[in-house]
């Protein structure tokens, strides 16, 4: 797996010198011991041991950056050339890892306390009580149902998008005006969404789209029963995400080597076979890589269920993140919050390695 | 041989054919250029209606009802309002602008840290313990599954005693972290796009390996940076979860501001249309003038 593309080989002489290696040391752990002594002096601190001591955690934040600069640093200063070849990576990655690794490791810490915002006492570790008080919530088993659903009703934006691709690939004139126009609502930011179709077009008194049901004579109601509210939220959000998909299927079908369309048409294939017997299964990579993608985000839907439904009626709506958001606002239960998001994290990842796992092997199966 | 004579027979058939498939094609594309637009037509011309224009349910301005801009009065942008002092109009414009740099600076940072994560990873061998290049680049895509509340309360707590929740350098820490993925996504590709023979050259003409990259991959590489600047332009604007949870005053961005009012619905429906209207139309700008660029972003990686 060592050669990924095309790679920039370089042969270099670096001659270092003993006192130059030892100054790099120097600083990265010059700069450590300074973390570590301010961060341990607060801790101090805070727990009543010394008398004087920082406000904030700020400076050990400095601290922190001082430290992560001399590592750069010390990257060139003690190995040179090679040094200057990590410098690429090495930014993002302490980047990465300070903002995922440590919170995930706090996250995991919380997720195992009985820590609510509003009682004074700070955090108490509780053992498995989140654990079992999650096995008997309702409430979580039916956001995780939900997202089945949800994620199941990728499938239909995946055909609509398809259309809608093979519409823009196809001989049109204006072109680029529909390509802009099917872009727009991909801009448009979910809570505004949320706003100018959930509360407002949908309304039930003065909505666009109740007057239309009203003069054909049903009685319009968009979040009152459990199956039509959830249709509603999967609209929503599919009328937000279709351009996502529809862009990547269209780049794909452009990228479609023209001679073997040609050469389908050339031996008498009508519309409907050179589409399914060709297009379709020279597609399927970029079909794919689109629907993970699209399942990804998907998985994070979060911003209308919240704004529109707030999860009602009766939680029909949940997705497992509004409904953590909601256990966070209204009942500041940080430490069962986090374990919920945790569990949750860890069937994403369970459901995404099945996934990609499943894919693989049905890719490579020919068709 | 019949068919190529258009004139003849057999032919007229074909031309029927062809004019249903037309007209089969133009009508599927305008009913959806209606469904993408109508909602937006929707938003901004009830920021121009009076409560009776809503309740009637009047559609198309100057014909239906006459404009007005008792809506965008709401949030003090009018004719009439632009040369006085207005408490709603500073209220709406520290919003914008609180998006507008936390939404710059955010997708700025992911594309410097990502195109040069991107550019190492596509052109040199690492060895970071046990985790070589495609370990590595595996790493950083996989924080895209990532879902924003697993790290939410965290931050909350950790921002907290850093002093840093309701700031802006807050959320722009997270932002960058969200959209640092897709912009290492899209970049390896356009960097794996540039063949390595240009960097080579430079080499030899006496350049080390940051010159090579600044001065002649990076010129390359431009169009591929900007779209995905742009494209994690759009995310960071419109994005609400972290910003709903990590900031109260000072930082809120104009999608917080936009949940904050979406409660009071049914009397003042003129106005959330227009604060609507004004927190869309910047991204809607971007799209028309620079959908290239988001489309090429997007492209990027779908067609390997």
């Not at chain 1, 509210?229 to 452009?254: H, N, S, V, Y």
């Not at chain 2, 061998?125 to 939410?152: C, E, H, T």
């Amino acid at each position: 797996m060592s050669s990924e593309g095309d790679l920039l080989h370089t042969v270099t002489a670096d001659d270092i010198s003993d006192g130059r290696k030892r100054l790099g040391k120097a600083m990265v752990w010059g700069s450590a011991t300074l973390v570590a002594v301010l961060a341990l002096w607060q801790m101090a601190f805070e727990t009543g041991r010394v008398a004087a001591g920082f406000d904030t955690w700020r400076p050990i934040l400095y601290a922190y950056i001082l430290w992560a600069i001399a590592l750069c640093a010390a990257q060139v200063i003690v190995n040179g050339e090679k040094g200057k070849r990590t410098l690429f990576v090495l930014p993002a990655a302490l980047f990465v890892i300070s903002l995922v690794v440590f919170p995930l490791l706090f996250a995991l810490y919380i997720s195992f306390t009985d820590w609510n915002l509003a009682s004074p006492n700070g955090p108490q570790p509780n053992g498995w009580d989140n654990m079992r008080e999650m096995w008997n919530d309702g409430f979580y088993w039916n956001a995780l149902k939900n997202m089945m659903y949800y994620v199941l009703a990728v499938s239909v934006e995946y055909v609509i998008a398809f259309g809608l691709a093979l519409l823009l690939n196809a001989q049109i004139r204006a072109r680029k005006f529909f390509r802009v126009v099917f872009l727009l609502p991909l801009m448009l930011s979910p809570v505004a969404v949320s706003w100018m179709i959930g509360k407002s077009m949908l309304e039930v008194r003065f909505g666009p789209i109740s007057r239309v049901i009203r003069e054909f004579g049903g009685e319009p109601s968009f979040f009152g029963t459990p199956e039509i509210a959830r249709f509603m939220i999967m609209a929503m959000d599919a009328w937000t995400f279709i351009p996502f998909m529809m862009i990547m299927l269209l780049a794909g079908l452009q990228a479609l080597p023209k001679e073997i369309l040609e050469a389908s048409r050339v031996d008498g294939a009508s519309g409907w076979q050179s589409f399914k017997e060709v297009i379709f299964p020279l597609m399927l990579p970029v079909s794919v890589t689109a629907v993970v993608i699209r399942i990804i985000f998907k998985l994070k839907l979060a911003d209308i269920i919240i704004n529109v439904t707030s999860g009602g009626p009766g939680g029909a709506t949940d997705s497992v993140t509004s409904f953590i958001f909601r256990e966070y606002r209204d009942r500041s239960n940080v430490g069962y919050g986090t374990l919920l998001a945790m569990v949750y994290l860890v069937l994403i990842v369970i459901f995404i390695t099945l996934l990609l796992k499943l894919v693989s092997r049905w890719m490579e199966r020919p068709a | 041989m019949n068919a190529i004579f258009k004139d003849h027979e057999a032919d007229s058939h074909e031309r029927t054919k062809w004019w249903a498939s037309r007209i089969a094609i133009y009508s599927a594309l305008l009913i959806w250029t209606v469904i993408c637009l109508f909602p937006i037509f929707w938003t901004i011309t009830t920021s121009f209606k009076l409560a009776p224009d809503v309740m009637k349910g009047n559609l198309i301005p100057w014909v239906d009802f006459t404009p007005r801009w008792k809506g965008w009065e709401s949030i003090g942008i009018s004719p009439r309002l632009i040369g006085e002092i207005s408490t709603v109009r500073e209220e709406f414009l520290k919003r914008f602008w609180n998006s507008t740099i936390v939404a710059l600076s955010a997708s700025a940072l992911a594309v410097v840290l990502g195109s040069l994560a991107a550019y190492g990873l596509s052109r040199f061998n690492y060895r970071f313990g046990f985790m070589r290049n495609s370990d590595i680049s595996f790493f950083f895509l996989s924080q895209m599954i990532l879902p924003p509340v697993v790290l939410a309360l965290p931050f909350l707590v950790l921002y907290k005693s850093l002093a840093l929740l309701d700031s802006r350098i807050g959320l722009i820490l997270l932002y960058t972290l969200m959209v640092l993925p897709i912009v290492i996504w899209i970049m390896r590709d356009q960097f794996q796009g540039i063949p390595v023979e240009l960097e080579e050259a430079a080499l030899v003409d006496g350049l080390g390996i940051w010159g090579a990259f600044l001065q002649i991959v990076l010129p390359i590489a431009l169009p591929g940076m900007v779209a995905a600047f742009i494209l994690s332009l759009v995310l960071c604007w419109n994005e609400y979860f972290f910003a709903a949870l990590l900031t109260a005053t000072n930082a809120t961005t104009l999608p917080v501001m936009v949940a904050s009012q979406t409660g009071s619905q049914g009397i003042n429906w003129w106005s959330m249309a227009a604060l609507s209207s004004a927190a869309i139309l910047p991204l809607v700008v971007v799209a028309i003038f620079l959908e290239k660029y988001i489309i090429k972003g997007m492209a990027a990686g779908a067609v390997k």
